[in-house]
């Protein structure tokens, strides 16, 4: 069996429960695999984090941040958040549980085969020459921000028109990114069982109330007249793209699969404030 551990990078607390994780792993006689960036720290031997879809469980330790790293590598094995006192929406395990947690989630591996998860989705956004990995919180279609910039922007929802105007760009969010990005611009909170996909426009000259649509649609979303646009994801990965251009933005085929206790939605709103 192997567990990987991604810590948040350059925290002293993050890496220390790291270590602690890492030694009660070791006496089970579990493999463990610790990202580079943590293992410098320790001074042990580190692994890529692309390399975590290899193990049975990730361990992500520090803020929602950290989590959309460690998710990024681990693809579909679950990844269990512990959250060091950020808002958390996708890191519910606390510290000071963290080991008890790992050791729960290590048995049903042993006895079943997987961790208790609950699936978020994931998106995929794609168009011509480009083509990124999937996002969990949201992906954005933008041009350059500030004064004299922005695009022509449409955006059509299963064919349907539903915005064009000149903007700065085009958010796509899954309730799971309803509480960050999405939140920034304008976008409702959506409670993470909802299934459904929010879109809103940022900066709009002739803007729309942002929307909930159904999770199975096909979000098209075309930029014109302007120098230059970029599609990002989750923040992370980003591609540039040449106007006049046009993406489609669905749900991916494998959701995010989130290991430990279930979220608290309406408890870890009051860290929003």
């Keep these: 069996m192997k567990v990987g551990i991604v810590a948040r990078r350059g925290n002293d607390r993050a890496a220390a429960l790291a270590d602690d994780a890492r030694d009660r792993l070791h006496e089970s006689g579990i493999?463990?695999?610790?990202?580079?960036?943590?293992?410098?720290?320790?001074?042990?031997?580190?692994?890529?984090?692309?390399?975590?879809?290899?193990?049975?469980?990730?361990?992500s330790i520090g803020g929602d941040g950290t989590f959309l790293f460690a998710a990024r590598g681990a693809g579909t094995t679950p990844v269990m958040g512990v959250n060091l006192?950020?808002?958390?929406?996708?890191?519910?395990?606390?510290?000071e549980n963290a080991l008890a947690e790992i050791d729960r989630a290590i048995e049903q591996v042993r006895t079943t085969g997987d961790p208790d998860v609950r699936t978020v989705p994931r998106l995929r956004a794609a168009g011509e020459n480009v083509s990124l990995p999937p996002a969990l919180n949201e992906v954005v279609v933008a041009t350059g921000r500030g004064p004299g910039r922005g695009g022509e922007f449409a955006v059509?929802?299963?064919?349907?028109?539903?915005?064009?105007?000149?903007?700065?760009?085009?958010?796509?969010?899954?309730?799971?990114?309803?509480?960050?990005?999405?939140?920034?611009e304008g976008g409702p909170l959506v409670h993470p069982d909802v299934p459904g996909l929010i879109?809103?426009?940022?900066?709009?000259?002739?803007?729309?109330?942002?929307?909930?649509v159904d999770a199975g649609s096909e979000v098209t979303v075309r930029v014109t007249d302007a120098p230059d646009a970029v599609v990002v994801g989750d923040g992370r990965t980003r591609k540039p793209i040449e106007p006049p251009a046009e993406l489609t933005i669905r749900v991916a085929d494998e959701p995010m699969r989130i290991a430990g206790p279930p979220l608290d939605f309406f408890g870890a709103l009051d860290k929003l404030d």
Excluded: K, Q
Excluded at 35 to 54: C, K, P, Q, S
Excluded at 90 to 95: C, E, H, Q, S
């Design 199 to 212: 879109v809103t426009d940022m900066c709009a000259t002739d803007p729309r109330p942002p929307a909930v």
């Design 156 to 184: 059509d929802v299963d064919g349907d028109p539903f915005f064009e105007s000149h903007a700065d760009g085009v958010l796509v969010a899954t309730p799971a990114g309803s509480t960050a990005y999405s939140l920034s």
């Design 31 to 59: 493999e463990v695999l610790v990202d580079e960036a943590t293992a410098d720290a320790l001074d042990i031997a580190g692994h890529a984090v692309t390399r975590m879809n290899d193990a049975d469980l990730v361990v």
């Design 85 to 95: 006192g950020e808002v958390g929406f996708l890191n519910v395990t606390a510290p």
